[in-house]
């Protein structure tokens, strides 16, 4: 049964690669009524990504750049680079520096062809009171402050994504395994492989998980053509998406956008095997800690304060 | 032989009282209704539901539930009846059984609606897709649902083929089967509670509470909406069914409802006394957060209906008059319906992981495509009540009526 679903699969792919070749070169093509048919039909017996070899994967993945091209009208790359040697990803975060502009949120939207509508954000700011003792539990946040200007008097911020905890329970609950931790510690989704039951969502402990509870819709001048099958391609109504350290920059040696977007430097992002890295400098050197840490998730996502404690007032 | 059969039962599901064709057409017209719903869910998504990230389950996975309870509570005849060989029950057990039946199928629909993306289901099948077992507490439930499912079609229809034959059927050879329910039933409905109290994320479900507190809530519900079925039926038909049976089973329930009192006392005890940063979605839903409040009637409302049940029935005089009996059950089922969805899935996300309050209520579609399912849920039951009561009282078939089995 399997296999016979796969081979039919297949098929379609090998005459989409027909097809691809006969128009190769070109962009945009325009594809037939039937094409997207079959496009669809394949979707739906398509495998899990690790089930597919590396025939397979090229196929989806030139299908995806075809796909895609034609519908935002630009060049797309499609790629599903795979973890690097030696390399687990970590962060951290400068919590005396934030001041709650949320140019890190705009970012990762627009790098990760995130849904404006109905709006998804994979990062959140979330602002408090100064002398709140309850933050680190993070129970009193308000995460829709709207001033005129930030960072507000009185005020601290903390900004929050997938933590990518080296025991993420996300993994652990999900009834079909589309969701895993990768060599390099990155937490992903298929986002062919999710069914949208939201398990994960109930067991993240940092509400790091987003569900596309409508189409997305994505405006086509802004679309990022530079996707990852595992990371920022545009998602599908009815699946969770997340963070993926931005899977198509870091795995390239990149930063990660919401690194690059923050204006005071809040956020250092680097490889925590290297020992020469700046993350391993913070880690060393500065006093960090972790969000919950008595859940014991394990996240390689750190905070930490450069300069007092920005607590008090 | 076969032929015969199927013509019976075909003329005992069309055929019947007024009453009964009323009944069917408004379960059928709420079915469809529910199913246009669903239509516009499919197109849409569950952004047609009121359910959003920081409330991400919502009605369907409350009624869900519920359900196994009320699947799980079949348990409560079979137990006195094939067990302690209580012998009046035994009119009622196979009717229970196909409670069972229905109330799991209504479940399996709970669940199919609240995935985002149902056309994947196949990725949930062993070996063709990927399943996550044992990590993944999901995984048990679907395992543990549909072997409760076949179980009881299996019970069922092994009785009422043999009783449609005019044998008499050995209780010997489905022994094992009837024992194997009861832990079956009582796995189904802790490995749901597992779903929820194996979430240290949600520090209102992760209490080892939860899981027999469904257990007995669970026998309270399931039975109580049986108690009422029973008296219909032994008002529509001509199916003995004894006092002393229904004695039996609102005694069960109300044992039942003390353990409930007495855990949900317990829980209280320990936020309440303890009164850590935990407590949060407590107090959300006992008397408001931060100004958010709308959980608060519902949940005092169960209480309350729940104690008075309670004290109805911990009276036998009192639990012995129908009148009574009825208004009990009426409360029981409204309390726990009230408990498992306001009570208990609502509260588990709010406050959400980040601190949001998002106060989440079903909208109408939610509503609507639910009373769909339950009225398929009960197309279901009441089908296979009239049938199981035809064959048992000789209307179609051999049976012997006068004979218990
Ligand atoms: S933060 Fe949430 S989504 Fe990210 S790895 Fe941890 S549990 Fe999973
Ligand atoms: S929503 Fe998707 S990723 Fe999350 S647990 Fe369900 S199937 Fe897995």
């Known amino acids: 049964m399997s296999d016979d679903i796969k081979g039919r699969a297949k098929s379609l792919i090998t005459r989409r690669k027909f097809l691809a070749g006969l128009t190769a070169g070109a962009a ?225 040696g990149k930063y990660t956008a919401c690194v690059e977007a923050c204006p005071v430097g809040a956020r250092k992002f680097g490889n925590l095997m290297d020992p020469n890295s700046e993350i391993r400098y913070i880690l060393e050197n500065m006093k960090v800690f972790r969000l919950k840490e008595e859940l014991d998730t394990n996240p390689k996502f750190f905070y930490f304060f450069s300069m007092g404690t920005g607590v008090k007032s | 032989m076969v032929i015969d059969a199927i013509n019976g039962i075909v003329r005992t599901v069309v055929s019947g009282s007024k009453e009964y064709k009323v009944w069917m057409g408004f379960l059928s017209l709420l079915a469809l209704v529910g199913i246009a719903f669903v239509f516009r869910q499919v197109d849409q998504g569950l952004i047609a539901t009121n359910m959003r990230d920081d409330v991400s389950w919502g009605w369907y996975i409350a009624n869900f539930t519920f359900l196994v309870g009320v699947a799980a509570a079949a348990v409560v005849l079979v137990i006195p009846y094939y067990i302690y060989k209580f012998e009046p029950i035994g009119e009622i057990v196979l009717i229970g059984e196909i409670m069972a039946v229905a109330a799991v199928s209504m479940c399996l ?128 038909t001509k199916l003995n069914i004894t006092d002393a049976a229904l004695h039996k089973v609102a005694e069960i329930v109300t044992w039942c409802m003390a353990v409930n009192l007495f855990l949900l006392g317990s829980e209280v005890f320990k936020e309440v006394y303890s009164a850590t940063a935990h407590i949060e979605p407590f107090n959300y839903l006992w008397h408001g957060l931060r100004g958010h409040d709308q959980l608060v009637p519902w949940i005092w409302t169960a209480l309350i209906v729940n104690s008075i049940a309670f004290l109805i029935l911990i009276v036998p005089s009192i639990r012995k008059n129908f009148f009574m009996l009825n208004i009990a059950c009426v409360f029981i089922f409204i309390g726990v319906y009230i408990e498992k969805g306001m009570g208990l899935i609502f509260p588990g996300f709010i406050p959400s992981t980040l601190g949001a309050i998002y106060d989440y209520m079903p909208n109408a579609m939610e509503l609507w495509i639910s009373l769909g399912v339950w009225a398929i849920g009960l197309l279901i039951f009441t089908v296979g009540a009239k049938i199981c009561i035809a064959i048992k009282t000789g209307e179609i078939g051999h049976a012997d009526p006068s004979a218990h089995h």
């Open chain 2, 109 to 236: 629909m709970f669940i199919v609606l609240d995935m985002g993306s149902p056309e994947r289901f196949w990725h949930l099948i062993p070996m063709i897709g990927i399943f996550n077992f044992p990590q993944s507490i999901l995984t048990w439930d679907v395992v543990v649902l549909n072997m409760y499912l076949v179980l009881n079609l299996t019970l069922v229809v092994y009785a009422l083929s043999k009783t449609y034959a005019g044998k008499s059927y050995k209780t010997k050879l489905i022994m094992p089967l009837i024992f194997f329910s009861v832990p079956a039933a009582i796995s189904i409905h802790t490995v749901t509670a597992f779903l929820y109290l194996g979430a240290p994320a949600r520090p209102f479900w992760n209490t080892a509470v939860l899981a027999p507190r469904f257990i007995a809530s669970a026998f309270c519900s399931g039975p109580a909406f049986m108690l009422i079925i029973f008296q219909i039926i032994r008002k529509t």
């Open chain 1, 28 to 252: 945009a093509t325009a594809l037939t009524a039937g094409d997207a048919g079959a496009y669809a039909f394949e979707e739906l017996f398509r495998q899990h990504y690790k089930r597919l070899d590396a025939d397979d994967l090229k196929d989806i993945l030139a299908k995806l750049e075809e796909e895609l091209s034609f519908k935002y009208g630009k060049k797309v790359h499609a790629k599903a680079t795979p973890p690097g040697d030696n390399t687990v990803f970590g962060y951290a975060l400068d919590l005396s520096r934030c001041i709650g502009c949320r140019r890190c949120v705009y970012a990762c939207v627009r790098e990760n062809n995130l849904s404006r509508d109905p709006e998804v954000q994979w990062i959140k700011v979330l602002e408090f009171q100064k002398g709140n003792n309850k933050w680190q539990g993070l129970e009193h946040s308000n995460r829709y402050y709207n001033p005129e200007q930030v960072p507000e008097k009185g005020r601290f911020y903390v900004p929050v994504q997938c933590q990518q905890c080296k025991k993420p329970p996300c993994v652990k609950v999900c009834p079909v395994q589309a969701t895993w931790q990768e060599a390099d510690g990155i937490v992903v989704v298929d986002y062919n492989w999710c069914i949208g039951c939201r398990f994960c969502m109930a067991a993240c402990p940092y509400g790091a998980r987003n569900f596309n509870w409508g189409k997305p819709s994505i405006p086509k001048e802004e679309f990022n053509p530079d996707v990852h099958y595992l990371g920022n391609r545009p998602q599908y109504k009815g699946i969770v998406g997340k963070c993926t350290f931005c899977i198509q920059r870091s795995r390239e």
